[in-house]
């Protein structure tokens, strides 16, 4: 028996000439290996989702889903090719949905969209089109990684961030905890110096949240630009928190210890990560930034491509790995 996916995927084919073409999603978690230097396709040059120049060939995929989720797509390819995602409504450019150099992902409601991988255009003319792995896969609204959709303000930002965003994230250093506040391990106030007393730290934090692992990251820096070492933007954390926090660059701080999700679309492991502790990166041109134990338990490290969305189960989760094939409590 075909599955309803493909079954909408073959009927929205025969309906629509342009999508005849489309490589079929029949299935989540997806998985292919394309190469826009062998693709016949050329039809898109821009799209309304962007203003980069995406003169090369691409690959269109068209899929469905059945229930409200989110959609997370994901494209790695190696150092000299260089394309990029679009999600759309139709085989229009102008439906565009979203775009990245990397990935996308957006909540969407039941009903047939399209993927394409298309080939970015330098500003001389040149592109790069050439392999890449296309990852694609949906959580669904039921689901413990379920997350909202609601754009944040950022600093320094015209525009809202679309959530959940996917892009680059950086691998943060550690905050004093309140426990440590509490007994007085810095006189009351904070480290001298990178490594003063971080391990006793990493011992905390092993100890709170139970997960073992070989921890390497120092205090965070002082001076940006009044911090002291190890210090956060609000309120000193608890271990349990501090574990497991992560960043960005609000405009305005979510609550202290808001869950949010932070999910690999490679593998589909995900995390559960407190936020409202810290504001950062400095750089816009990152999502944003989890502590050194998120990256542990997603196997990834610096600047890894990573989605992150607040939590639709809010405060029923606990912070740390998380299963998505299991209901939300």
């Known amino acids: 028996?075909?599955?309803?996916?493909?079954?909408?995927?073959?009927?929205?084919?025969?309906?629509?000439?342009?999508?005849?073409?489309?490589?079929?999603?029949?299935?989540?978690?997806?998985?292919?290996?394309?190469?826009?230097?062998?693709?016949?396709?050329?039809?898109?040059?821009?799209?309304?989702?962007?203003?980069?120049?995406?003169?090369?060939?691409?690959?269109?995929?068209?899929?469905?889903?059945?229930?409200?989720?989110?959609?997370?797509?994901?494209?790695?390819?190696?150092?000299?090719?260089?394309?990029?995602?679009?999600?759309?409504?139709?085989?229009?450019?102008?439906?565009?949905?979203?775009?990245?150099?990397?990935?996308?992902?957006?909540?969407?409601?039941?009903?047939?969209?399209?993927?394409?991988?298309?080939?970015?255009?330098?500003?001389?003319?040149?592109?790069?089109?050439?392999?890449?792995?296309?990852?694609?896969?949906?959580?669904?609204?039921?689901?413990?990684?379920?997350?909202?959709?609601?754009?944040?303000?950022?600093?320094?930002?015209?525009?809202?961030?679309?959530?959940?965003a996917t892009g680059r994230v950086v691998k943060e250093a550690h905050l004093v905890t309140a426990e440590e506040h509490r007994a007085g391990v810095f006189g009351g106030g904070w480290p001298t110096r990178l490594d003063d007393r971080v391990a006793q730290h990493w011992a905390l934090s092993e100890q709170a949240s139970g997960f073992v692992a070989e921890r390497t990251e120092p205090w965070a820096p002082c001076c940006e630009p009044s911090n002291a070492f190890g210090q956060g933007s609000t309120a000193k954390p608890p271990a349990a928190a501090e574990a497991w926090y992560l960043n960005m660059r609000w405009k305005r701080a979510p609550r202290r210890g808001q869950r949010y999700i932070v999910y690999d679309a490679v593998t589909g492991g995900a995390v559960v990560a407190a936020a409202g502790y810290e504001n950062g990166p400095g750089n816009l041109q990152r999502i944003g930034g989890v502590a050194e134990e998120v990256m542990m338990a997603l196997g990834r490290d610096h600047l890894s491509t990573l989605t992150f969305g607040v939590a639709h189960a809010g405060d029923a989760l606990p912070y740390g790995p998380i299963d998505c094939a299991a209901v939300q409590p």
């Open 1 to 164: 028996m075909l599955r309803p996916s493909l079954i909408v995927a073959l009927l929205v084919t025969a309906t629509a000439p342009d999508a005849r073409a489309a490589i079929l999603v029949d299935d989540f978690p997806y998985y292919d290996v394309g190469d826009t230097s062998r693709s016949t396709r050329d039809r898109f040059d821009a799209y309304a989702c962007g203003t980069q120049a995406e003169t090369g060939p691409e690959d269109l995929y068209a899929f469905t889903v059945g229930e409200p989720g989110t959609l997370v797509a994901r494209v790695v390819a190696d150092d000299g090719v260089d394309v990029d995602v679009h999600l759309l409504a139709d085989t229009s450019a102008a439906s565009c949905l979203s775009r990245g150099d990397e990935g996308v992902s957006q909540n969407l409601a039941p009903g047939a969209y399209f993927l394409s991988v298309d080939t970015f255009a330098r500003p001389d003319g040149s592109e790069r089109p050439g392999a890449y792995e296309l990852h694609v896969r949906f959580i669904p609204r039921w689901s413990v990684c379920a997350m909202e959709g609601v754009p944040i303000a950022r600093i320094g930002a015209t525009e809202l961030l679309p959530m959940p």
